[in-house]
Nanobody
Framework: QVLLVQSGGGLVQPGGSLRLSCAAS????????MGWYRRAPGKERELVAT???????HYADSVKGRFTISRDNAKNMVYLQMNSLKSEDTAVYYC???????????????????WGQGTQVTVSS
């Protein structure tokens, strides 16, 4: 079993920045693809960004150029740097990890086996 613990998030004004962090409990994560999802009120869960162990990334069109996903395999960490935040970015954000040795990019939520507890991000003036 892998435990994902998220930190970061909170309230920020439009145009501001936030950084989310996700710590994995086991080093098997270093060989698995990881991602960030979000769910806004009244909407379906949606992919934000994903990253392979080697650093290949994929972003939702809505966040391209504003958000950056990164990882530190030595520390079993994945990050989401969010810049130029908009009100429509308001959501609960979830860190996710694929099963061990599933290293390919995955865009479907069902492809992820482990999930963090969720972190509220609110963009409002």
């Amino acid at each position: 079993q892998v435990l994902l613990v998220q930190s970061g998030g909170g309230l920020v004004q439009p145009g501001g920045s936030l950084r989310l962090s996700c710590a994995a409990s086991r080093d098997t994560i270093c060989i698995s693809a990881m991602g960030w999802y979000r769910r806004a009120p009244g909407k379906e869960r949606e992919l934000v960004a994903t990253i392979t162990p080697g650093g290949t990334t994929h972003y939702a069109d809505s966040v391209k150029g504003r958000f950056t996903i990164s990882r530190d395999n030595a520390k079993n960490m994945v990050y989401l740097q969010m810049n130029s935040l908009k009100s429509e970015d308001t959501a609960v954000y979830y860190c996710a990890a694929r099963a061990a040795r599933r290293s390919a990019i995955a865009t479907l939520a069902n492809d992820y086996k482990y999930w963090g507890q969720g972190t509220q991000v609110t963009v409002s003036s």
